[in-house]
């Protein structure tokens, strides 16, 4: 089913190419199935061109810290935070600072 799902949002892409959205909802899907080295590059290349779309910090951080990345994942933390000061989104950035501090315990 992921599979299928997955395949319906590659074709909305097709259709609307700059939806961050669906960019993101790929990523999220590639994670789902296992595959998170795309997925990844899929919400890094959202946060080159889209520093604002502050859910993907979140995200990417977590699938770096599930690699294994740690400091990559703090590193990440630290820019969506700092983001969220510029966005004024003060419950995302509370969520960024709770996960940072949680990956700088176990690192």
């Known amino acids: 089913m992921s599979t299928d799902r997955l395949a319906q949002l590659r074709q909305m892409l097709v259709e609307e190419p700059g939806d961050l959205f669906i960019r993101y909802a790929i990523a999220l899907e590639l994670k789902r199935a296992?595959?998170?080295k795309e997925a990844v590059d899929g919400l890094?290349?959202?946060l080159a061109e889209e520093p604002k779309h502050i859910a993907s910090y979140y995200q990417l951080a977590l699938m770096q810290a599930e690699l294994g990345h740690t400091k990559e994942a703090i590193h990440t933390c630290d820019a969506g935070a700092l983001e969220c000061?510029?966005?004024g989104d003060r419950k995302a950035r509370a969520e960024l600072l709770e996960l940072r501090e949680?990956?700088?315990d176990e690192d």
Do not use: N, S
Request: hydrophobic share 65%; aromatic share 0%; glycine share 8%.
């Open 85 to 87: 000061l510029v966005t």
């Open 44 to 46: 890094k290349a959202i």
């Open 34 to 36: 296992g595959d998170m």
């Open 102 to 104: 949680a990956l700088a």
